[in-house]
């Protein structure tokens, strides 16, 4: 039995940087709160630095105390490592839980990983919830946006807490119980996806300005800040500015001068262009940003492609592509790329029988995760009035997109005709010209698989489908 006594209002295990900042922010908003981790000296460590805080924390040295000390029915938030850590973690708590206890999984899991856990639970107890925390280690400390999955009496035991936990956007809570089972990890693996695709359009525009237009790290960080003044602000926007005005401690350079360009990736923006690839939803922007990622990490047969071709970069003359039109087409880029996530969400949705409100998603993104930003706000009142309509198709967006369309096409052809890599950007335009054209070129498809396969197609003058062209004999 534990020293202290169902005392803890809920209970949380991993005390990595992530749970670490998690617990502490349950605490300061005063709920008593059960730690754990696998080793004690990092609990023992955690309980010192906490300070005052730590009158709200309660420590186990055995994961069995740790049950003890929190109140029923339990509610244990899991901050493991995504994957094997997770079920293990599941197996080891199982017999001690009640099954009305609650486990929830705070970590970055593969939703099919969720839906598993979710029907396991259902099988075996304890119940399970499965929730997506985004915002890193300020967010998880300071208030993160949460997404929530799993079922709604899952979400009444702790939802109070989430939500007191959670950012805020002007003063409504960022958490949300968005679905049953993988849902919020659904949504927060395309929060992901939609942050590799913001990140790299970013990148793209550094990468114009950069060696297209010889401009230093600060003058670049000087447009980004700029930037966060319109209607690009964002968190993401305002660190690139920062990252691009900082210099080295070590050699005075600018630190975008000495980060390697090798991208790392944990995976939740692959999960979403594989997503996008089963659901058969286009998510371009996304799947350019991800297969960006994976170029950048061919350092080695990058160099020697430049030695083969000789570098792509060329400068651009300043007066081909304005700064304000580099910025138009970030706009474009981003109301596309927000498009396609939402597009993901809800055929996941329908495929899923999940209630997914994508109002309330774009709400509960607009503080405290990495993708907040002004442009989530009129994205939610969009959504609000249609959200089966494409987020294109909305007044506002639609407007925007015809305020912008040319600066986008100017900027991908200017950059192509200099050799400036510009892949998301450039899914984002061909999506947009394909989602506005009716008749588009998929008739040559259908011929040629008729021509080697005899797959039939429908004909634009008669109804139903399994014509075939003249040419099977030939
Ligand atoms: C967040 C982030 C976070 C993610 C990191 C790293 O919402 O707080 O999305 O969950 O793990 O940003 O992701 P990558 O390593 O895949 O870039």
């Known amino acids: 039995m534990s020293s202290h006594g169902a005392v803890a209002e809920i209970g949380l295990i991993g005390l990595g940087t992530m749970g670490g900042n998690l617990a502490l922010n349950i605490a300061e908003n005063g709920f008593q709160i059960a730690v754990y981790n696998r080793t004690t000296e990092k609990t023992d460590q955690f309980i010192t630095k906490a300070g005052d805080l730590s009158a709200k924390l309660v420590p186990s040295k ?20 995504a994957g094997e850590a997770v079920d293990a973690q599941i ?31 259902d099988e075996k107890g304890p119940r399970f919830l499965g929730i997506g925390v985004s915002g890193g280690e300020e967010g998880a400390r300071f208030g993160p946006s949460i997404m929530g999955g799993g079922a709604n009496d899952a979400w009444g035991q702790v939802g109070h807490i989430l939500e007191a936990i959670s950012a805020k956007y002007e003063g409504e809570p960022c958490a949300a119980h968005l679905g049953e089972a993988g849902a ?25 300005m950069r060696d297209g237009f010889g401009m230093s790290a600060q003058e670049i960080g000087a447009v980004f ?8 602000q964002s968190y993401l926007i305002e660190i690139s500015s920062k990252v691009a005005k900082t210099a080295d401690p070590e050699s005075g350079a600018p630190m975008l001068d000495i980060i390697l360009d090798r ?4 995976g939740t923006g692959r999960w979403t262009a594989i997503e996008a690839l089963m659901l058969g939803t286009p998510a371009s922007t996304i799947e350019a940003a991800v297969a960006v990622r994976n170029m950048s990490s061919r350092l080695d047969e990058r160099k020697t492609g430049e030695t083969a071709f000789g570098a792509a970069p060329q400068p651009m003359d300043r007066s081909l592509v304005r700064i304000n039109a ?10 596309v790329c927000y498009a396609q996530g939402f597009d993901l969400i809800l055929e996941a949705a329908k495929q899923y029988g999940w209630a997914m409100p994508l109002p309330k998603i774009a709400k509960i993104w607009r503080n405290g995760c990495i993708i907040r930003s002004a442009m989530l706000n009129d994205m939610s009142s969009a959504l609000a009035d249609d959200d089966a309509r494409n987020l294109m198709l909305a007044p506002f967006f639609s407007a925007k997109l015809k305020e912008t369309e040319g600066s986008l096409r100017q900027v991908v052809a200017q950059a192509a005709l200099h050799g400036l890599p510009v892949p998301a950007l450039s899914a984002a335009l061909s999506y947009f010209d394909i989602m506005r054209t009716a008749r588009s070129t998929a008739n040559m498809l259908q011929g040629q698989r008729d021509f080697f396969g005899a797959h039939g197609f429908e004909r634009t003058d008669k109804d139903g489908g399994g014509f075939h062209g003249p040419w099977a004999m030939g």
Do not use: C
């Not at 017999?95 to 639970?121: F, S, V």
């Not at 991208?263 to 944990?266: E, T």
């Not at 580099?326 to 109301?335: D, S």
């Open 326 to 335: 580099l910025e138009a087409a970030l706009v474009a880029g981003k109301i």
């Open 225 to 232: 800040e700029d930037w966060n003044g319109g209607i690009l």
């Open 263 to 266: 991208a790392g990736q944990k």
């Open 62 to 81: 055995t994961l069995a105390d740790f049950v003890a000390s929190i109140k029923t029915p339990r509610a244990v938030i899991l901050m493991v490592p």
């Open 184 to 208: 919020g990890h659904l949504v927060k693996t395309v929060h992901n996806g939609i942050e590799y695709a913001d990140m790299q359009m970013i990148a793209e525009v550094y990468g114009v």
């Open 91 to 121: 197996e080891a708590l199982r017999p001690l839980l009640d099954p009305q206890d609650l486990i929830i999984d705070a970590g970055n899991a593969n939703y099919h990983d969720t839906n598993r856990r979710a029907k396991e639970a």
